[in-house]
């Protein structure tokens, strides 16, 4: 009895392996949606959001950088804020972007909602998580088949029994040549 079983088990691995299945992805009639990009933060003072537009499989085009002219309603603790563009970058506020000018503190409710034309709405709400404790920050460069590789280590402490998740921003890259003289 077992050599028919494991004879019936062979059969059906051979004819489930031929199987295929085909389909198009123009078929799927995917809209776009709005993409909201922000990270509050404890202890900052200015906030910065950066709106997006997904790009269905079948799109052939990228999203664009900023999204001009959208409707933007930011709140902390239930008090709505005034929201602001910039098409150039501002200090740390990257270009085609929006920010909120208000300090941030931990346990703040944010609320967000976001409207552009042509775009369902969306919204999220998040509350701000207390700042982590960094220990160490390590820059490596390794060869691989792609050319030089960069890649940053980040150590630091946290408290295990809260659910928050962390964001790491580089703000600049910057060339340095050593010369040996």
């Known amino acids: 009895m077992k050599l028919l079983d494991f004879t019936l088990?062979?059969?059906t691995a051979i004819i489930l392996a031929s199987c295929t299945s085909y389909f198009d992805l123009d078929d799927f009639d995917v809209e776009e949606k709005l993409v909201i990009y922000t990270m509050p933060m404890a202890g900052s003072?200015?906030?910065f959001i950066q709106l997006s537009k997904s790009t269905p499989?079948?799109?052939?085009?990228?999203?664009?950088?900023?999204?001009p002219g959208a409707k933007i309603d930011f709140s902390v603790n239930g008090e709505l804020q005034p929201v602001c563009w910039t098409e150039n970058r501002l200090g740390k506020i990257p270009a085609k972007s929006y920010y909120v000018v208000k300090t941030l503190n931990e346990g703040d409710k944010i609320d967000i909602?976001?409207?552009a034309a042509g775009l369902p709405p969306v919204s999220s709400s998040s509350v701000v998580?207390?700042?982590f404790i960094l220990s160490k920050i390590?820059?490596?460069e390794t060869d691989s088949e792609f050319g030089k590789m960069r890649q940053f280590r980040i150590t630091f402490k946290d408290d295990p029994s809260t659910d928050d998740y962390y964001g790491i921003r580089i703000l600049h890259k910057i060339n340095i040549v050593l010369n040996n003289f």
């Open 113 to 115: 909602v976001a409207e």
């Open 129 to 131: 998580p207390a700042r």
């Open 45 to 47: 003072d200015t906030t």
């Open 138 to 140: 390590v820059l490596d």
């Open 57 to 67: 499989v079948t799109g052939s085009q990228y999203p664009p950088d900023g999204i």
């Open 9 to 11: 088990y062979i059969i």
